[in-house]
């Protein structure tokens, strides 16, 4: 990687010159930064989107939302950029940033309503409101919304999301993943992961895969269902329970057995190498289905 | 992006990689070729050159660090209060081996005090249960897979948590967004509800352990939930 000499200056047409703001002020920044940087990023409304590069440098690109004041603040180590938050009760005009920053920094990129994605970026990405996308290789991923869409499709050693009402999807070759909504759907579709924990209050949980072998998977739902789409050649032990639900079998002949008062379980052992894999239920129900 | 002609534009990287001149040879010929053809590319690196020269015109000039080391050097001197030289006791048994004596007492409480305070850390952040030290290398939410095999204190002890960061909610409530604290409360009635109805099933089963697993789970997402509303303040 090359190290750059310049050091960052912020540019910014428009709000910064105290001319008359444009309806979105462009902005530029660049700064000289250590391979493994540390920056807090904030932008209440619009969009940012982070990438991963090989160039030792934070370069930020965009458009200032109307009467919004762009901040940059940073040493070699890392600093702060982003939108300043406007006075209490008044919404942020959308601002839309590009943030080019070195692969191996980490980030804490936080939003109200403004959208985040990311490419071959780690670090903690937090939204109330916005959609978080993020994919590419990262060495962690924390990702959080009160409300919005989650979409992972990254290759991470761990992954942690949580999110409301918004739909949680979970791709790529993630090997320990944490994830988690209230209301909204859950899907997990990675071959990879070797320890998992999905959860949710009463969205519905799907699961598309094979728990490849020692894999310990748990499932757990209140009133939601949870759908295990496996393949023919899946193996290890299932471990299904379900309070007040029904357990469908689809993969094989096995019925699942009443316990007057405590619900219904169902054991699949489909034998050969394979995972660990318990689901649990209040209400839901648990389907297990084949190709 | 491409130009009118349909030749797409300059990436970031090698946009900067003009404006500063870290363009391998080959790469900035083909680079150098494509400016003298592209207006906005061309603009846009010459508006990178000019951020660059106005940042290093900004900056002090550089110290050689050989230059600075001797003052740096007699700073740290003067501010030293403890003599390096140890002194030797009138007994014959020198000052030292008592220095060493207390530093190594000192030592060994020092280190009780830092791994108490890793385990009360660790506990705190995992819902005060954890009564070992957690391993270094853990990943965050460790704790939790340890709270999964005993989930009626896991029940009790998220609960514990929760009732702190509520009431730590409550005092900053004043200092939440509108919209988002109507989502909490919409959020923490869909959980209530799933925990009453558990909780319920529980005083007629109470020794049945997939419902006290349900509730340990219920729980930890009240918990997250106000973790992550605690975040958005």
Known sequence: ?291 | MTTPEGIPHLTEAERQGAADGTLASARRRAVDAHLSACDACDADVARLRGVIARARASEPPPAPLDALWPDIRARIERQKVVPLVPAVTPNGVGRSRVARVVRIGAGLVAAGLVAALGMSVVARREGRVVVSPAPVAAAPGAGDARLASNPADSSRLYEQEVQTLLDELRLRRALLRPDVAARMDHDVRVIDAAIAELQDALREDPNNPALRQLLAASYRQKRDLLRRVDDAS
């Open chain 1, 1 to 291: 990687m090359r190290r750059e000499i310049a050091s960052g200056i912020a540019l910014l047409l428009g709000t910064a010159a105290g001319a008359q703001p444009s309806p979105q002020a462009p902005v530029l920044y660049r700064r000289a930064v250590e391979p493994t940087a540390g920056f807090k990023v904030y932008n209440p409304a619009g969009t940012v989107r982070v990438v991963g590069w090989d160039r030792d440098s934070i370069v930020v690109r965009g458009r200032v939302g109307r009467g919004e004041r762009f901040y940059a603040g940073s040493s070699a180590r890392g600093g702060k950029l982003g939108i300043e938050d406007r006075a209490e009760g008044v919404d942020s005009r959308p601002s839309d940033l590009v943030i080019y920053v070195p692969r191996r920094s980490q980030l804490s990129v936080k939003t109200v309503s403004a959208d985040v994605a990311g490419v071959d970026v780690s670090g903690w990405f937090y939204s109330v409101s916005g959609t978080i996308h993020l994919s590419g290789a990262a060495t962690s991923i924390d990702a959080e919304s009160m409300s919005g869409n989650v979409s992972l499709d990254v290759s991470a050693p761990w992954v942690h999301a949580r999110t409301g009402d918004g739909h949680l999807l979970l791709r790529g070759a993630p090997q320990d993943a944490d994830v988690s909504t209230i209301a909204g759907t859950l899907d997990v579709a990675t071959p990879s992961l070797l320890r998992g924990r999905f959860a949710s209050v009463r969205g519905d949980i799907h699961y598309v895969g094979a728990p490849p072998p020692n894999a310990i998977f748990e499932f757990s739902n209140h009133s939601g269902s949870v759908d295990c789409l496996l393949p023919r050649e899946a193996a290890g032990v299932f471990d299904l329970s379900t309070v007040r639900g029904d357990i469908e079998n689809g993969f094989t002949a096995v019925r699942p057995a009443l316990q007057p008062g405590r619900g219904r379980t169902l054991r699949l052992d489909l034998g050969r190498a394979g995972g660990h894999v318990s689901v649990r239920t209040f209400t839901g129900t648990i389907r297990v289905r084949g190709p």
